[in-house]
């Protein structure tokens, strides 16, 4: 990442993006998801869609949780993950207003584990008491 917050070719929800565009955008709540690994590895591909998957069936949009692939084979992946001491891949750190929430370093996490960092981003179920 440059002094501007550019990545080049990260993956952002799926869909690369090109050099020059501001991929870690400014969230309401800046509740951001860091997936760090590589793209022919399964186990970080699984890690990307798990997330999507989740973050969806929460009803929670794409707007309100910045979700980032950072490719370790990259200068700037890896600098992003030396300061998140990534060691091993796939790694995943959630963050808010700066502060590291959780973070899983080789592994996929499982859904259970990092629910409970968006139940205030769900929509209310109707018929729900808050």
């Not at 950072?70 to 200068?75: G, L």
């Not at 030396?82 to 973070?103: C, G, N, R, W």
Request: some cysteine; aromatic content about 12%; overall charge negative.
């Amino acid at each position: 990442m440059n002094s501007e917050g550019i990545i080049p070719h990260a993956l952002v929800w799926g869909y690369i993006i090109k050099e020059e565009t501001k991929v870690e955008q400014q969230t309401a709540n800046n509740m951001k998801v860091k997936v760090f690994g590589k793209p022919g590895c399964e186990f970080c591909k699984t890690t990307m869609k798990k997330f999507e998957t989740f973050l969806s069936r929460w009803e929670i949009k794409p707007e309100e949780v910045g979700l980032t692939f950072f490719d370790m084979e990259t200068a700037d992946g890896l600098a992003e993950g030396a300061f998140y001491s990534v060691t091993k891949i796939p790694s995943t750190v959630i963050e808010q207003d700066s502060d590291v929430l959780a973070h899983w370093h080789g592994k996929v996490p499982l859904s259970s584990e990092f629910q409970k960092f968006f139940e205030a981003l769900k929509p209310a179920s109707k018929g729900e008491v808050n």
